[in-house]
T-cell receptor, first 117, second 112 residues
């Protein structure tokens, strides 16, 4: 089954303790991205990757890191989490970047709810 | 600041009524998409519009892309409880390669 898998689904942790949220897709997609969703703000893009070893900042990259060493995986790293990073996080992928051709459907994972105390 | 402004933020209607959700911007978009999100799940694509003035229909849902490619609307005819969800518009600003923009969403509740 074609899917985007995020782990963990839920995590409660403390300020400053490094954490990684994994994202894996089995559709051989080139484009992957991370979003955070907060009430009243919708989805805001954190980082995106057009292909292996090609990553770029979205609108809210501060406090986050990503890597794209393999096509299928795109982990999100919080080196020193802080309470303002408490949020619902989504990973998404599409076959190619959103402009090739215009409007590629984004396939989303089921989300990771992160609480940082 | 949200590049894509959605209105209304919340809509509660009775089954059988019609509704329209709007997605507006002062910027031009290469394409615009509408997603629906249900609790505990990621958004799921409903439609993509790419041409100014384009109208697409998906059963009881009608999507329109403004002539200037700065706005879009989603109209639901004879809403059903299964239409309940968070509707999100998303767009690729003209000249952007990979930085997708999402609106804040419209929560639609359809009661029987």
């Amino acid at each position: 089954e074609a899917q985007v898998t995020q782990n963990p689904r839920y995590l409660i942790t403390v300020t400053g303790k490094k954490l990684t949220v994994t994202c894996s897709q089995n559709m051989n997609h080139e484009y992957m991205s991370w979003y955070r969703q907060d009430p009243g703000l919708g989805l805001r893009q954190i980082y995106y990757s057009m292909n292996v070893e090609v990553t770029d900042k979205g609108d809210v990259p501060e406090g986050y890191k990503v890597s794209r060493k393999e096509k299928r995986n795109f982990p999100l790293i919080l080196e020193s989490p802080s309470p303002n990073q408490t949020s619902l996080y989504f990973c998404a992928s599409s076959s190619v970047g959103p402009s090739y051709p215009a409007g590629q459907p984004q396939h989303f994972g089921d989300g990771t709810r992160l609480s940082i105390l | 600041t949200q590049l894509l402004e959605q209105s209304p933020q919340f809509l509660s209607i009775q089954e059988g009524e019609n509704l329209t959700v709007y997605c507006n911007s002062s910027s031009v978009f290469s394409s615009l998409q509408w997603y629906r999100q249900e609790p505990g799940e990621g958004p799921v694509l409903l439609v993509t519009v790419v041409t100014g003035g384009e109208v697409k229909k998906l059963k009881r849902l009608t999507f329109q892309f403004g002539d200037a490619r700065k706005d879009s609307s989603l109209h639901i005819t004879a809403a059903q409880p299964g239409d309940t969800g968070l509707y999100l518009c998303a767009g690729l600003p003209s000249g952007s390669w990979g930085k997708l923009q999402f609106g804040a969403g419209t929560q639609v509740v359809v009661t029987p």
